[in-house]
């Protein structure tokens, strides 16, 4: 089973416009001769449309960090997902540990947000992870559980085919501590394990999951080694080009 590798820049709440549309141009120019793996950025909000246009001709997705469960309506501080689609947003964050951490959102609004994701269209990249008093307590696998159970709650296989999954450890994320590919992979393999349960195992073979939390030029190579890591979500190394140039062109 081979799925395609997927590399996803998360740019957060970093770039203004002109420095968004400047990076996004140069990830176009690197992704120029991609052809056995896809690129997303994700800018904030405010950078959408600018780098929809920079990335105009290229093959590389456009993605938004979050999108809302409605299509309109009294929702102050959301986007909906038609408003995405008319800026050309092809996939969508959901999950984000940070989204979960500082802003509270839990299992049933994530699932709301993935199923309004799917139901428009948009390819969701589901975020889930445990923190670090999760993993030393041995709570790893239950918090993973609940949280993909969660999201998926109510999402039918012809629609969880679209998903991509990213596993990021809180504890791994802007700390500069990642991962060992063992832990990563031993996570991985949990996971696809479990989609296998909630949905069937030729389902779980094609779904990607991504890795997440401090991947760098340097660990890159060994993370896109293991069987079950088919691609990473990026944070800080996606706001230089050269960095993630780097890790476009993983080995
Ligand atoms: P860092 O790569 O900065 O650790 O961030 C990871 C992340 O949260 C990507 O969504």
Redesign the pocket.
């Known amino acids: 089973m081979s799925r395609r590798a997927l590399l996803a820049g998360?740019w957060?709440m970093h770039l203004t416009i002109a420095q968004a549309v400047e990076l996004a141009q140069a990830v176009a120019a690197v992704c120029a001769d991609c052809r056995d793996r896809d690129v997303m950025l994700a800018p904030p909000f405010t950078a959408l449309a600018g780098v929809a246009q920079a990335l105009q001709g290229s093959n590389v997705f456009l993605g938004a960090q979050n999108v809302a469960w409605e299509a309109q309506g009294a929702f102050t501080g959301e986007i909906a997902p038609p408003m995405l689609i008319d800026i050309g947003v092809r996939m969508v964050?959901i999950g984000?540990?940070?989204r979960r951490q500082i802003f509270l959102e839990d299992n049933v609004m994530i699932n709301r947000r993935l199923r309004a994701a799917l139901e428009f269209g948009l390819i969701p990249v589901l975020?889930i992870g445990e923190t670090l008093e999760e993993r030393e307590s041995g709570a790893t696998f239950a918090v993973l559980e609940k949280q993909l159970r969660g999201a998926l709650h109510d999402v039918p296989p012809g629609q969880a085919e679209q998903i991509v999954l990213?596993y990021?450890p809180v504890w791994?994320?802007?700390?500069g501590k990642t991962a060992s590919t063992e832990q990563a992979q031993e996570a991985h393999h949990f996971l696809r394990n479990l989609l296998a349960d909630i949905y069937n195992k030729k389902l779980a073979e094609t779904i990607r999951v991504l890795y997440?939390?401090?991947?760098k030029p340097d660990n890159i190579d060994a993370l896109m080694a293991q069987a079950d890591i088919d691609g990473a979500?990026?944070?800080?190394?996606?706001l230089q080009v050269e960095s993630f140039k780097r890790i476009i062109r993983f080995q």
């Open positions: 998360n957060k964050i984000h540990s940070e975020c990213a990021e791994a994320i802007g700390t997440g939390g401090s991947v979500l990026v944070g800080g190394a996606a």
